[in-house]
């Protein structure tokens, strides 16, 4: 990944969602904002933390949602990059072309 980042000059600021630097209320509310998916074009299905809320998410709150991602990182899909506004998430759909 690193390597792609790098031939196609992207400019990238590495955020790495550990205990100590959890993402903020403020930055999961962004993303969601961001995505053209919404909350489902973040979460990724086969994680094992969805599965605790796959029945239920819903009929959640918003800030229900947030505060579960905030709680269990990695229902996120990896790596998510941000710029000017456009959320990409997941291996898959990365298109570094889309921050040209």
């Known amino acids: ?4 980042i790098r031939e196609k000059n992207v400019s990238a600021r590495i955020h790495h969602i550990t205990k ?3 993402l903020t209320y ?6 969601l904002v961001c995505s053209d998916t919404g909350i489902d074009g973040l979460i990724a299905k086969k994680s ?20 579960f991602i905030i709680n269990n990182p ?4 990896f790596p998510i990059f941000v710029e ?3 959320v990409l998430s997941g ?4 298109g570094f072309d889309d921050f040209s």
Not at 1 to 4: D, F, L, V
Not at 50 to 62: G, P
Not at 91 to 94: A, K, M, P, T
């Open 84 to 86: 000017n506004g456009i």
């Open 26 to 31: 403020n930055e999961v509310k962004y993303l």
């Open 1 to 4: 990944m690193t390597r792609q």
């Open 20 to 22: 100590s630097r959890p």
């Open 74 to 77: 990695k229902v996120l899909r």
């Open 48 to 67: 094992s933390a969805y599965h605790l809320i796959k029945d239920c998410i819903d009929d959640m709150l918003v800030s229900e949602v947030i505060q």
């Open 91 to 94: 291996l898959r759909n990365i």
